[in-house]
């Protein structure tokens, strides 16, 4: 008779272990039920929560009866969407270069459309990007819907003239090439101790890549290389607008009636 409420307690538990593993609301209380849009857990009922994953929605493949469960960014690749919303560091160029690749393969005509929301990134990587982007025989779309900074305001920039867009509450972050810092394993940076002719070298390989930046701007905004780097010798913000008047995109989008974003603008 002692064991009975042992035995009743585990019982619960491992009916609370069942509910939660198929997502069902349980209470530890018997005869009392978790609320709606609430689950039971060790602590008591708490609200249900989002899983933190990768969206998936449904996706016939060609040939087959039924649907399957892909990542949301699988199936706008499918449409030749491509979302850039990471920091632009050397693996997320390569799974970008890799997916225009790809569509090449796929359709060597029909545009892509390019949506950037993203604080900036290593200028290498993003130079990568935007060569294989000019190897490319189709058009960009590009669209800034937030924040664009250095090298993904470059990105921006080098669309196909005419498809260079920004939503009217979207930023341009303008910096300058900087030396990347080293990090640790826990994410923490670490001092750099280098010679000075290794430092002159540094110096001078962020320099090449200012360079780069600023003739690519001037061939992208028609704005010559004087002004650039005069307007380059601090950085600077430039608003939806202020980035038209500056060459950077050709009409911010508006939201209006009538008004298609993808590959019809």
Request: with cysteine.
């Amino acid at each position: 008779r002692k064991r009975r409420p042992s035995i009743r307690r585990g019982a619960q538990k491992m009916a609370l272990l069942l509910a939660l593993g198929a997502g069902l609301g349980y209470s530890l209380s018997p005869g009392k039920a978790a609320p709606a849009g609430h689950v039971a857990r060790a602590g008591g009922v708490g609200p249900l929560m989002m899983p933190k994953s990768t969206p998936k929605v449904p996706y016939k493949f060609p040939g087959m009866d039924e649907s399957t469960w892909i990542s949301v960014y699988s199936r706008m690749y499918r449409e030749r969407i491509m979302l850039l919303s990471n920091y632009i560091n050397d693996d997320f160029a390569n799974q970008m270069v890799a997916t225009l690749l790809y569509m090449e393969s796929e359709d060597s005509r029909s545009p892509v459309a390019m949506y950037f929301n993203t604080a900036g990134g290593e200028t290498k990587a993003g130079l990568a990007l935007h060569d294989t982007m000019r190897m490319m025989p189709y058009e960009f779309q590009t669209v800034n819907m937030g924040m664009c900074a250095q090298v993904a305001a470059f990105l921006v920039a080098s669309g196909t003239k005419g498809k260079r867009f920004a939503l009217p509450n979207s930023r341009f972050r303008m910096e300058n090439p900087r030396v990347d810092p080293i990090y640790d394993n826990e994410g923490r940076p670490q001092v750099r101790i280098m010679q000075a002719t290794e430092m002159r070298l540094e110096v001078s390989e962020v320099l090449r890549d200012k360079k780069r930046m600023i003739d690519g701007l001037s061939e992208f905004t028609g704005r010559s290389t004087d002004l650039l780097v005069k307007d380059f010798k601090r950085d600077f913000y430039l608003t939806a607008n202020e980035a038209h008047e500056y060459g950077l995109i050709d009409r911010v989008l508006v939201p209006k009636k009538g008004d298609v974003l993808l590959g019809k603008a």
